[in-house]
Nanobody
Framework: QVQLVESGGGLVQAGDSLRLSCTAS????????MGWFRQGSGKEREFVSA????????YYADSVKGRFTISRDNAKNTVYLQMNSLKPEDTAVYYC???????????????WGQGTQVTVSS
């Protein structure tokens, strides 16, 4: 069992930056691929970014490529999402998730956090 807790969300203006963190419980964090997803109001939960167990493989949604960076620190059981040049359309609840394979698909992830709200004003 893995428990995930996100933090770092907030209210920012367009063009600002935020760094989200997701800290996992347990001693098996390094064996999991990690993903970030987001869900805007009235929208489907969508893929944002993913990273494999050792941080050497990363994926991004086209909408965030070049602006967001995913990274992980296995010694701290934490995955990060650095978000730069934020846009109002990035407003959503952001969720981290842990899974066996590095994937863009929600169903590949077994464990989910509760989410953290990111609001970007124009």
């Amino acid at each position: 069992q893995v428990q995930l807790v996100e933090s770092g969300g907030g209210l920012v203006q367009a063009g600002d930056s935020l760094r989200l963190s997701c800290t996992a419980s347990g001693r098996t964090f390094s064996s999991y691929a990690m993903g970030w997803f987001r869900q805007g109001s009235g929208k489907e939960r969508e893929f944002v970014s993913a990273i494999n167990w050792n941080g050497k493989t990363t994926y991004y949604a086209d909408s965030v490529k070049g602006r967001f960076t995913i990274s992980r620190d296995n010694a701290k059981n934490t995955v990060y999402l650095q978000m730069n040049s934020l846009k109002p359309e990035d407003t959503a609840v952001y969720y981290c998730a842990a899974g066996v394979g590095t994937s863009r698909e929600r169903y590949e992830y077994r464990f989910w956090g509760q989410g953290t709200q990111v609001t970007v004003s124009s």
